[in-house]
C-alpha cells in the first residue's frame, strides 16, 4: 500500500524538478519549488507512518514553516521589494 504512495511521490518530485530547471521564468520556478517542498514533507510524513518513528512528523513540520518563509522571501524578492 505505501509503495504506490512512494512511486507516485518521487514521479511527481522528478517531474517538478525538471519543472524547476527548464521553468520558463522565476515565477513558475518559484511555484514548483514550494511544490517540491510539499512533496517532500508528504514523503516525510509517509516515511513516519513506514518507520513507525513520530520524530519525522516533528522535522516534517519544521521543515514546512521554514519552507514557508523561504517561499514568501523569495517571493518577496521577485516582486522587487525589501525588507
Known amino acids: ?26 515565477p513558475t520556478r518559484l511555484v514548483a519549488f514550494d511544490t517540491f517542498n510539499t512533496l517532500i514533507i508528504a514523503m516525510m510524513i509517509i516515511l513516519s507512518s513506514i518507520l513507525d518513528q513520530v520524530i519525522f512528523v516533528d522535522i516534517a ?15 518577496r524578492m521577485l516582486e522587487g521589494k525589501k525588507f
Open 61 to 75: 513540520i519544521v521543515y514546512a514553516l521554514l519552507s514557508f518563509a523561504t517561499t514568501l522571501y523569495v517571493a
Open 1 to 26: 500500500m505505501w509503495f504506490a504512495a512512494v512511486v507516485v511521490l518521487t514521479i511527481c518530485i522528478i517531474m517538478t524538478i525538471v519543472r524547476i530547471f527548464i521553468g520558463p521564468g522565476a
